[in-house]
């Protein structure tokens, strides 16, 4: 499994962004699919997930409210739609598949967030 995250950008605070994570090889659909971000010097954190069907969803108190995580099992994609964005959202955010041994088994290689006050 590859896992691709794409959307992220320069955005002003109170603004909005919506990333994208697309999976390639085999299918995700049977996996709770979750979005992280690491911000410089600072550990990475947990931000979203999303039940493999969809029907539940996960939030970091921090976002909660203003993220919004969704998947297209079809399309093999999970996207985060980010409103309402503060400037300690700035960091790099990663996708990630919650594998077999309940842990988070592939990852994207991140794609950069920078909110501007």
């Known amino acids: 499994v590859q896992l691709q995250a794409f959307g992220g950008g320069l955005v002003q605070a109170g603004g909005s962004l919506r990333l994208s994570c697309a999976a390639s090889?085999?299918?995700?659909?049977?996996?709770?699919m979750a979005w992280f971000r690491q911000s410089p010097g600072k550990e990475r954190e947990f931000v979203a997930a999303?039940?493999?069907?969809?029907?539940?969803?996960y939030y970091a108190d921090s976002v909660k409210g203003r993220f919004t995580i969704s998947r297209v099992n079809a399309k093999n994609t999970v996207d985060l739609q980010m409103n309402d964005l503060k400037p300690e959202d700035t960091a790099l955010y990663y996708c990630?598949?919650?594998?077999?041994?309940?842990?988070?088994?592939?990852w994207g290689q991140g794609t950069l967030v920078t909110v501007s006050s």
């Open positions: 999303i039940s493999w069907k969809g029907f539940n969803t």
């Open positions: 990630a598949r919650l594998g077999e041994g309940n842990t988070y088994d592939y």
């Open positions: 090889g085999r299918s995700f659909d049977n996996y709770i």
